[in-house]
């Protein structure tokens, strides 16, 4: 989910609700365990890595890879994760 807050530095209480929409929202984040090794991205960074991955898998199948096996796939996520893509 994302949220955009527009705040206007002449209201007041505007910038005190603001804080608290923000704060709520971080409370609730910022409580979840976090390990340190766990990925996390949102569905929209998601998407655009399987397409990637699919245009690269087409761009592949022209030399001749194949690009159903678990080796491709792993060779793939493996540069994502090194180049921290995702």
Avoid: C, Q, W
């Amino acid at each position: 989910m994302k949220i955009t807050i527009v705040i206007d530095t002449d209201d007041e209480r505007g910038i005190k609700d603001s804080y608290k929409i923000v704060n709520h929202f971080y409370s609730r984040i910022a409580t979840r365990p976090y390990s340190g090794k766990e990925l996390r991205f949102g569905k929209i960074r998601f998407i655009k890595m399987l397409r990637k991955f699919a245009k690269d898998a087409r761009t592949s199948e022209t030399e001749g890879e194949d690009t159903s096996s678990l080796r491709y796939t792993k060779v793939y996520a493996d540069r994502l994760f090194t180049e921290d893509v995702l």
